[in-house]
């Protein structure tokens, strides 16, 4: 079946006696290699008012008319449910909001990315009424404005009802480093999702094109929330913007890229390490948000409990000897080894880094780009780091048995050395090195203490409450038991403006801190299994991640879901928990 055609602008005009037949042949000829609108040309010959246009436009995309000049249609508008900047930016007026579409009045039904803008920016689905563009203007100059419903900044990523206020506008223009021409809609939507991240305490964004739209997330205290899904038919032209803004090669889509962003938002340099990746519908694209004072917040807001601060801060102070620090991608091991070294930082330590990538820049201390393609590697590294005389060396991670060795040897004599490595646990971060084929007498030698940690979601201080009906399975889940459960001290997530109604604000670290003692080191010696090296820790005073983890759930810091995810009681099945 033929789709209809729509009626021409000028076609209607004539037929409502609006112009002329005469008036619109001579309105079409002076708009000829010009690039100018009829309506344009109408006005400039006074064919029409304003007000004429706007009802033939109207007409033409099936769009209620309203005259504010009366009181009627005037006094349908409701200036508080607009901030005020994006009713004067993009002059339109608010007309009503129901089942979380809004209604606006605007002057230009031709002007898609400036709708599609709105969409994003109000996060809602958008109907339309048609008005003059000199009414709008006029009625927004004589006008009230009332933006108290958005006086509120937070993230609503629980409902994925995001309000951005005027600052978000005025910082993309004073905060970000961008040329002041480059003020295309697709430049400037890149650039609020940016400010709209950082401003929501997001790590991560993620672009994913899908078959019909693209997918916007923002991961933020480790969940991933949908943000929005943008038109398909934008996905060029923003993963153009994006990978321009990251340097790499705009026209390669076959293989994964690499790039930075630096931006100052807020007065405050933030990087973005930017990963392209092609996917089945188009190039996936996320950035990670590096913000410099993450990994300066001071080893107390790490989530230490006391007793195991004083024994880390012991050892980070030891002359020689290796520190481990375990645990899956993304559970800031990374922040707790730099905040070491933020202690450590001082004129009479020489202080020498071998990352991949660097991803926080250091004042006084030398960082190494590992780059493999050039021969770069860490075991390459460690060795000149040798010969530059450091007191403390921090390698990015002990991938391979050569790396190990290098450390081992770098511990013996007299370096403090620092690493990662991915093991569950403390005691299996032992046992790993000996797999990797590391000799078990150097591992007993050199290792000072092995530190395994989780990242737990921490209750939002103004809308925690106590939980005064607890899931008796989830608390024997980790460990507590029914008087203390009962007692008031575990509390639930309930949500607020806060923390975007999600119940929880910000991460904590929970620690599994194993310092060696003779027993370990007799036991790495003797190839023992993870099961006894994790009971000679524990007699030697180590708490394991369920331990702390219970220490948090009742101090109020978390919740036992949290806990449960990374932690659990030894021989307790989780399906139970279902199977009531």
Do not use: W
């Not at 112009?19 to 619109?24: C, N």
């Not at 006086?151 to 951005?164: C, E, F, I, P, Y």
């Amino acid at each position: 079946m033929a789709r209809k055609l729509r009626q021409k602008l000028g076609e209607i005009l004539v037929a409502h006696k609006i112009i002329t037949q005469k008036q619109l042949e001579d309105a079409v000829s002076s708009t000829r290699g010009t690039g100018r609108r009829l309506g344009e040309a109408l006005l400039e010959a006074k064919a029409c008012t304003e007000e004429d246009l706007a009802k033939g436009l109207g007409f033409q995309f099936g769009m209620e008319f309203l005259n504010l000049d009366r009181a009627e249609d005037s006094n349908r508008v409701d200036r508080s449910l607009l901030p005020d900047d994006i009713v004067k930016k993009y002059l339109v007026l608010p007309l009503a909001k129901s089942n979380g579409r809004l209604k606006l009045l605007i002057h230009d039904p031709m002007d898609l990315e400036v709708l599609d803008v709105l969409r994003f920016r109000l996060n809602s689905e958008i109907d339309t009424a048609i008005a003059s563009k000199r009414q709008i203007r006029a009625f927004i100059d004589g006008g009230k404005s009332d933006t108290s419903l958005f006086k509120d900044k937070s993230l609503v990523t629980d409902s994925v009802d995001v309000t951005v206020d005027k600052s978000v506008d005025s910082s993309i223009d004073s905060s970000i480093d961008v040329d002041q021409k480059e003020d295309a809609p697709i430049v400037r939507l890149c650039h609020r999702i940016i400010v709209e991240a950082v401003r929501g305490r997001a790590s991560d964004i993620h672009v994913e094109p899908m078959a019909d739209r693209v997918l916007l997330r923002y991961r933020i205290d480790g969940v991933c929330h949908v943000r929005d899904n943008l038109p398909k038919r934008m996905q060029g032209s923003l993963l153009a913007r994006l990978k321009l803004m990251a340097g790499v090669n705009i026209a390669e889509r076959r293989v994964p890229q690499d790039g930075r962003i630096k931006l100052p938002i807020e007065g405050v340099q933030v990087d973005f390490r930017v990963s392209c990746c092609p996917a089945y519908h188009g190039e996936s694209v996320v950035m990670r948000i590096l913000r410099p004072d993450s990994v300066r917040i001071g080893l107390v807001n790490l989530g230490f409990e006391q007793d195991n601060l004083d024994v880390f801060n012991r050892i980070i102070r030891r002359p020689n000897g290796i520190f481990l620090v375990t645990g899956p991608t993304g559970s800031g091991k990374t922040t707790t080894l730099y905040s070491a070294l933020d202690v450590l930082n001082r004129p009479d330590k020489k202080i020498i880094t071998a990352e991949d990538p660097i991803e926080y820049s250091f004042t006084g201390i030398n960082q190494v780009q590992v780059r493999e393609s050039i021969g770069l590697t860490f075991a390459a590294i460690l060795r000149s780091m040798l010969r530059q005389a450091p007191n403390i060396i921090l390698v990015g991670e002990i991938r391979d048995r050569e790396v190990a060795d290098i450390a081992i040897q770098a511990a013996l004599t007299g370096h403090l050395v620092f690493s990662t490595l991915h093991t569950n646990d403390a005691p299996s971060a032992i046992t790993r090195l000996i797999d990797m084929g590391v000799k078990p007498f150097l591992v007993a030698s050199s290792i000072q203490a092995v530190m395994a940690q989780r990242l737990v979601r921490v209750l939002c201080p103004k809308c925690r409450a106590p939980d005064q009906n607890p899931d008796r399975k989830l608390m024997r889940l980790v460990g507590i038991s029914t008087e203390e459960a009962t007692s008031g001290r575990v509390h639930k997530a309930v949500g607020c403006t806060n923390c975007g109604g999600t119940g929880y604000r910000g991460r904590k670290a929970i620690f599994e801190l194993m310092a060696m003692n003779s027993e370990i080191r007799q036991l790495a010696f003797e190839r023992a299994t993870i099961g006894k090296i994790r009971q000679a820790a524990i007699r030697n005073g180590m708490r394991s991640l369920l331990g702390d983890g219970r220490i948090k759930i009742l101090n109020a810091t978390t919740t036992p879901d949290e806990v449960a995810d990374f932690a659990q009681v030894e021989g307790f099945n989780p399906n139970e928990i279902s199977q009531e």
